[in-house]
């Protein structure tokens, strides 16, 4: 990918983006709330400080294009089209959410949108992006399929087999990394040797390329290239953004080893506050409409929340529907 043709976004984008980023944001703020108040059962794994990546990368897509997401997902289920009623029902374990109540945080799908999945499992997205980008190239239609995964996923094999094998087929794929530079709790530079992961494109004869993932438009412009490289048919390739979660690995209030001039550094450069001012330079949108936007976000949010809470939980007969699938008759 070393040329660019992927055209800037227009207004209408533009404000969009800014509109699914912000969205992004009150949920996590949200989420992390009602989980230090043990309304969420389970793990939270916020993606607060990312928006830029899902957002850049998801503006591209088509509603039948599919992605498979992480345990990092809420952010890559906002930007593909997810109701947040349904994730805050999921959240909260209530029967309108999802997957019924029965997936949680880390497990959200809409398969009618092309959300394959939140996966709990590190290195379980890329398996899934390649049998869907399969799929679409078997049928002879021009889908493309994104894998999100993180820095640590990509030292586990399904990583690299599912690499391997969408190159050799040249299948419609596209892998996303979103570095923020820490596996659970260890750094990046202690648990592999190559710091810039894109270079691992070079392995599979495909092309990398390292993107400031805090900054919505350099995520367009390369995404966008991608895609329509594996829409045209020419094969997979790997974007890798440098970006940084705001919150430690799980939740906001469990001890976060990262130092604080660290995590004030990464926020100077916050992903939202950087398409704002752009947006303000070119008379997109001011500051007071920047604020109103928040502002009808967080009332989204609170009514979602409101939604979840009152939604009662599965019926216990439903326990094991989707879970099992018996054929062939009586064991």
Not at 129 to 143: L, N, P
């Amino acid at each position: 990918m070393t040329t660019e043709t992927t055209a800037a976004p227009d207004t209408e984008q533009l404000l969009y983006m800014f509109r699914t980023m912000v969205t992004i944001r009150e949920f996590e703020e949200a989420a992390g709330r009602l989980a230090e108040q043990a309304k969420i059962p389970g793990a939270v794994h916020l993606y607060a400080g990312e928006e830029a990546v899902a957002v850049g990368v998801c503006a591209h897509l088509r509603e039948t294009d599919t992605i498979a997401s992480t345990h990092r997902g809420h952010g890559h289920c906002i930007a593909k089209g997810g109701d947040v009623k349904a994730m805050f029902a999921e959240l909260f374990g209530r029967a309108p959410g999802y997957c019924g109540g029965k997936g949680g945080s880390m497990h959200i799908a809409d398969l009618d949108i092309g959300i394959l999945g939140a996966n709990g499992i590190v290195g379980g997205g890329p398996p899934i992006t390649v049998g869907a980008a399969f799929a679409a190239q078997y049928r002879g239609s021009d889908g493309v399929s994104v894998c999100f995964s993180g820095d640590g996923s990509t030292n586990e094999g399904t990583w690299h087999e599912a690499l391997n094998f969408a190159a050799v087929m040249k299948l419609p794929a596209v892998f996303v990394i979103e570095n923020n530079h820490y596996g659970e709790f260890t750094a990046q530079e202690k648990q592999g040797a190559v710091t810039q992961l894109s270079k691992r494109a070079a392995a599979y004869g495909i092309p990398g390329v390292t993107v400031d993932g805090q900054n919505v438009f350099e995520v367009y412009r390369a995404a966008g290239d991608a895609i329509d490289r594996a829409r045209r048919g020419d094969g997979p390739s790997i974007v890798e953004a440098d970006t940084y979660r705001y919150y430690n690995h799980t939740g906001r209030s469990e001890g976060d080893p990262r130092s604080e001039q660290e995590r004030a550094r990464w926020r100077e450069r916050d992903p939202i506050a950087i398409l704002a001012a752009v947006l303000e330079q070119q008379s997109i949108l001011s500051g007071e409409g920047a604020e109103r936007v928040t502002e009808e976000v967080r009332a989204t949010v609170e009514e979602a929340i409101a939604f979840a809470d009152a939604a009662p939980y599965p019926d216990p007969s439903v326990l094991l529907d989707d879970v099992y699938t018996v054929t062939g008759g009586a064991r």
